[in-house]
């Protein structure tokens, strides 16, 4: 059974920093990309950040985060952390892990997500 763990969020105050951590167990022979998607009360989910878990690391940020948050993969662990600092209220939200293109050891292919996290940012 394939699972997704996230870890690290939690209570800030502006201008802070966190560190969320994801990390997928299970029957998994590859995956393709994993990242962060998060989503605020009353708006829609959206996309933080995402890296390949393999090759280049040519990572790709929400523009709302970019030279704030960093996303770190470890290929070993198949694991990503999302580095977050200069936190405003606006990045509020629970924070869902995703794992895209996930293959298993049976075969098969299809994208997961965690249960989520959440991130609350004020005074």
């Known amino acids: 059974q394939v699972e997704l763990v996230e870890s690290g969020g939690g209570w800030v105050q502006p201008g802070g920093s966190l560190r969320l951590s994801c990390e997928a167990s299970?029957?998994?022979?590859?995956?393709?990309?994993m990242g962060w998607y998060r989503q605020a009360p009353g708006k829609e989910r959206e996309l933080v950040a995402t890296?390949?878990?393999?090759?280049?690391?040519?990572?790709d940020y929400a523009n709302s985060v970019k030279n704030r948050f960093t996303i770190v993969r470890d290929i070993d662990k198949k694991s990503v952390d999302l580095l977050m600092n200069d936190l405003n209220p606006e990045d509020t939200a629970i924070y869902y892990c995703?794992?895209?293109?996930?293959?298993?050891?049976?075969?098969?292919?299809?994208?997961?997500w965690g249960k989520g996290t959440l991130v609350t940012v004020s005074a």
């Open positions: 299970g029957p998994i022979f590859s995956i393709d990309n």
């Open positions: 995703r794992a895209l293109g996930l293959r298993l050891h049976t075969g098969g292919a299809r994208d997961y």
């Open positions: 890296v390949p878990i393999h090759g280049k690391t040519n990572t």
